[in-house]
């Protein structure tokens, strides 16, 4: 009787870019090293043909300063900016890959067959900070072939899925429970309608209690969505 082969695991690994600064574009180096800028995010990105890609960034600080660099990097078609007033503002570039310098380097480093890059990168105190899943030999690959200019590292390699890719997986049996008992009973709309007792006669425990395992949920879920801070995502 033969035993069916295992199959290859996927991991979830965080990784951090810290390229040479005199290789960037002017819009790469500002999100990087600008005093008025204190993170920006490339949201999401879209190959509109062959040569041309278009970038969505969300930026926290000067947005006008980012778009005056995005104008003046070679590369570069078009800069459209939403709510630059606002504390956070999102940039919309259309960008020719092969006219910008590292810009294109990054992409193809990570552009391999076997693993995704998840959105967002984030830009922080001169580094990229990013996620990729992916088969451990397309892992490898990626960092045995990165050039030297970016200096690729590893920050933490995990499996997957983990709770960043489901983040109720983090939650034991009773805190599922709890959540979903204080969502069918309208613990979370505005105005509340439902009170910690109101749960606690669902989960047929105490007040405190239900009240205890809502905590430790929301935590866990909070942290699995948006407390990433390693990779600043």
């Given at each position: 009787?033969?035993?069916?082969?295992?199959?290859?695991?996927?991991k979830?690994?965080?990784?951090?870019?810290?390229?040479?600064?005199?290789?960037l574009?002017?819009?790469?180096?500002?999100l990087?090293?600008a005093?008025?800028i204190?993170?920006?995010?490339a949201?999401?990105?879209n190959r509109?043909?062959?040569?041309t890609?278009?970038?969505?960034?969300?930026?926290?600080?000067?947005?006008?300063?980012?778009?005056?660099?995005?104008?003046?990097?070679?590369?570069?078609?078009?800069?459209t900016?939403?709510?630059?007033?606002?504390?956070?503002?999102?940039?919309l570039?259309?960008?020719?890959?092969?006219?910008?310098?590292?810009?294109?380097?990054?992409?193809?480093?990570?552009?391999?067959?076997?693993?995704?890059?998840?959105?967002?990168?984030?830009?922080?105190?001169?580094?990229i900070?990013?996620?990729?899943?992916?088969?451990?030999?397309?892992?490898?690959?990626?960092?045995?072939?990165?050039?030297?200019?970016?200096?690729?590292?590893?920050?933490?390699?995990?499996?997957?899925?983990?709770?960043?890719?489901?983040?109720?997986a983090?939650?034991?049996?009773?805190?599922?429970?709890?959540?979903?008992?204080?969502?069918?009973?309208?613990?979370?709309?505005?105005p509340?309608?439902?009170?910690?007792?109101?749960?606690?006669?669902?989960?047929?425990c105490?007040?405190?209690?239900?009240?205890?395992?809502?905590?430790?949920?929301?935590?866990?879920?909070?942290?699995?969505?948006?407390?990433?801070?390693?990779?600043?995502?």
């Amino acid at each position: 009787m033969s035993s069916r082969p295992s199959a290859p695991l996927m991991k979830h690994i965080r990784i951090t870019a810290s390229p040479e600064p005199e290789r960037l574009p002017p819009f790469l180096a500002c999100l990087l090293d600008a005093d008025e800028i204190a993170e920006a995010r490339a949201v999401d990105w879209n190959r509109a043909s062959a040569a041309t890609t278009t970038h969505l960034y969300a930026v926290d600080g000067n947005a006008e300063r980012f778009a005056d660099a995005a104008r003046a990097s070679a590369g570069v078609d078009s800069v459209t900016v939403s709510a630059p007033e606002g504390p956070r503002s999102y940039a919309l570039l259309s960008v020719r890959d092969e006219e910008v310098p590292m810009f294109g380097v990054i992409e193809e480093t990570l552009a391999r067959a076997g693993l995704v890059v998840r959105r967002p990168l984030v830009y922080r105190d001169g580094r990229i900070h990013g996620r990729v899943v992916g088969d451990p030999d397309a892992l490898q690959a990626v960092l045995d072939g990165a050039p030297d200019e970016l200096a690729l590292r590893i920050d933490a390699v995990d499996r997957f899925p983990d709770a960043r890719a489901d983040p109720m997986a983090a939650l034991s049996d009773r805190q599922r429970e709890a959540v979903a008992a204080a969502l069918r009973l309208g613990y979370y709309e505005q105005p509340r309608a439902a009170t910690h007792e109101d749960i606690a006669a669902a989960l047929d425990c105490a007040p405190t209690t239900a009240s205890t395992h809502l905590q430790k949920a929301e935590a866990k879920l909070i942290r699995a969505v948006a407390g990433d801070g390693e990779a600043g995502v």
